[in-house]
């Protein structure tokens, strides 16, 4: 490795903020970096001895999922999935896509969704596929900025134990440290995660052959973006728990008298539990990016194109309504499909296949957001005359509409304030200087309308397309 590369990490990804804390330069061997948690509430890499001597020639920047120098997803997928899968620009290589729920067990109804992000690690386990499964689960071990971390990834060895970890996490973690115990304890793995740190597993595979023998499978969310810890303490505030207090968070409570989106956020601090509706908390319309790591606005991935398996939400008509949850599901790994199909003949699953478009339309806000308006973000980035990570979109400030334009701009304004703000408020001891702050902002961004035309051009391509059907059938 040489001399420079940590440095060069430092001056173009940590330097200009599109660290998102994942922890793979810290989990090569002998590297110079390690983990902790900035002012905001995020992991960031930190250079941990500048006079160390360094024993690995692997690169950090080469694993790095934000570095210009490491290999993008269509890289990584082809290397892994292209002789089995067919290929789509908007979700990677894909063998099948499904949306479905784990019938059997208490799988759905103590997960977020559908019940198959532990059903699988639960199945992989039990078939003897693996012989440990890394989730993200509670702890109160160790402590940051005064309060404590409240999750990290953790080496499961038991059925019991991977329950623990069911549920989504909207919270910042790191895999150094689990990536350290993989090495030390010989054994077949399956490890959870969120894109950017699927896509980190693999580069770090590359560069190491202990984890690359060791890591058999990867499953992989459908990601939003990542929140900063200041987002669980901003809820937890909210809901009468003073923010460095909080011990415990469950953001995704199920109201299975509702829709699927219509979950409540639960909080906890020395035996007193508030549950609260989310959508009465300020700062949870994900489309605003309260508290959101800037790497994320500079991500391409909404399918963890580099995992064995993706899922997430099913945000379809006909799911959506059933408040118990249900998947969306995009499969690339052969061994993973074949447990699926068989226990979904012994009546233990409920899956409908899908077509990969209507996969597509299920994630259809993030993709617009990642996939065709990071071009115009870029581009902001890049009048600034400052580094920007090389991505497989190209920049360009053009957005045909100006309502657009001002939206994008907006929602970086509200991802950045919302950072400045909370901190003010901390200091402040005062949660109405975040909210105050951020209310205008965020009424702004609400208010945004496009042209008649822009607003209608959905319902005029679908009245477009039924007549066509009509006419021509």
């Given at each position: 490795?040489?001399?420079n590369q ?7 990804v940590?330097?200009?903020g ?7 330069c810290?989990?090569l061997?002998?590297s110079p970096?390690?983990?902790?948690m ?5 992991y960031e890499a930190e ?12 690169s950090?920047?080469e694993?790095?999922?934000?570095s210009s120098?490491?290999l993008?997803e269509?890289?990584?997928?082809k290397?892994?999935f292209e002789t089995?899968?067919?290929y789509?620009?908007k979700?990677g290589y894909?063998?099948?896509?499904y949306?479905g729920?784990v ?12 019940g198959f992000g ?5 199945e992989?386990?039990n078939?003897g596929?693996?012989d440990y ?5 509670p702890?109160l071990q160790?402590?940051?900025?005064s309060?404590?971390?409240?999750f990290?990834?953790?080496?499961c060895?038991?059925i019991?134990?991977i ?19 993989i ?9 959870i995660g969120?894109?950017?740190f699927?896509k980190s597993?693999?580069?770090l ?15 992989g ?15 937890a ?8 207090k ?7 409570v199920?109201s299975?008298?509702?829709a ?5 956020t639960?909080v906890?601090a020395?035996?007193n539990k508030?549950?609260?509706?989310t959508h009465?908390?300020f700062?949870?319309?994900w489309g605003?990016g309260a508290f959101k790591y800037?790497a994320?606005d ?7 194109e580099t995992?064995d398996l993706v ?6 008509p006909q799911?959506?309504?059933?408040g118990?949850g249900?998947?969306?599901?995009i499969?690339?790994?052969q061994?993973?499909h074949q447990l699926?199909i068989n226990a979904k003949n012994q009546?233990r699953?409920?899956?409908d296949e899908l077509s990969i478009k209507q996969?597509?339309?299920s994630?259809?806000a993030g ?12 581009s902001?980035e890049?009048?600034?005359k400052?580094?920007?990570?090389s991505?497989?979109?190209k ?9 657009e ?5 907006l929602?970086m304004k509200l991802r950045e304030?919302s950072h400045?703000?909370?901190q003010r408020a901390?200091d402040?001891?005062?949660l109405?200087?975040?909210i105050?702050?951020?209310?205008p902002v965020y009424r702004e ?5 496009g ?13 477009i397309s ?5 006419l021509?059938?």
């Amino acid at each position: 490795m040489s001399k420079n590369q940590p440095k060069e990490l430092y001056e173009t990804v940590i330097k200009n903020g599109y660290c998102v804390g994942c922890g793979a330069c810290a989990a090569l061997e002998g590297s110079p970096f390690k983990m902790g948690m900035n002012k905001l509430g995020q992991y960031e890499a930190e250079i941990n001895d500048n006079s160390i001597i360094v024993k690995s020639s692997s690169s950090v920047e080469e694993v790095c999922p934000f570095s210009s120098k490491s290999l993008t997803e269509d890289e990584l997928g082809k290397n892994l999935f292209e002789t089995s899968c067919e290929y789509d620009s908007k979700v990677g290589y894909y063998q099948k896509s499904y949306a479905g729920y784990v019938k059997e067990g208490s799988f759905r109804e103590k997960g977020s969704s559908g019940g198959f992000g532990t059903w699988v690690l639960h199945e992989l386990l039990n078939s003897g596929k693996v012989d440990y499964v890394v989730n993200v689960q509670p702890s109160l071990q160790g402590v940051n900025n005064s309060a404590p971390q409240l999750f990290t990834y953790t080496v499961c060895r038991s059925i019991e134990e991977i329950q623990i970890g069911s549920k989504s996490r909207y919270y910042p973690v790191e895999l150094s440290e689990v990536m350290n115990q993989i090495r030390s304890q010989p054994g077949k793995y399956a490890v959870i995660g969120l894109p950017c740190f699927v896509k980190s597993r693999r580069l770090l595979q590359r560069k190491d052959a202990v984890l690359s023998e060791r890591i058999k499978f990867c499953i992989g969310l459908v990601c939003g973006h990542l929140k900063s810890a200041r987002y669980a303490q901003s809820l937890a505030w909210q809901s009468g728990i003073e923010p460095l207090k909080l011990e415990s968070i469950d953001f995704r409570v199920k109201s299975p008298s509702e829709a699927a989106n219509r979950y409540s956020t639960s909080v906890v601090a020395n035996n007193n539990k508030k549950v609260v509706p989310t959508h009465q908390l300020f700062g949870t319309d994900w489309g605003m990016g309260a508290f959101k790591y800037k790497a994320c606005d500079f991500c391409d991935d909404v399918f963890a194109e580099t995992a064995d398996l993706v899922l997430g939400d099913a945000w379809l008509p006909q799911y959506v309504q059933d408040g118990e949850g249900t998947n969306i599901l995009i499969l690339r790994n052969q061994e993973i499909h074949q447990l699926m199909i068989n226990a979904k003949n012994q009546g233990r699953l409920m899956l409908d296949e899908l077509s990969i478009k209507q996969a597509i339309t299920s994630q259809d806000a993030g993709l617009r957001h990642r996939k065709i308006a990071l071009s115009y973000r870029w581009s902001v980035e890049q009048q600034k005359k400052v580094w920007v990570p090389s991505k497989r979109v190209k920049p360009n400030s053009i957005i045909r509409s100006s309502y657009e334009r001002k939206r994008q701009d907006l929602r970086m304004k509200l991802r950045e304030l919302s950072h400045s703000s909370f901190q003010r408020a901390l200091d402040a001891n005062d949660l109405n200087v975040y909210i105050d702050s951020m209310t205008p902002v965020y009424r702004e961004y609400k208010s945004i309308k496009g042209s008649y035309w822009e607003r209608g051009h959905g319902f005029f391509k679908r009245v477009i397309s039924f007549l066509r059907r009509k006419l021509f059938k």
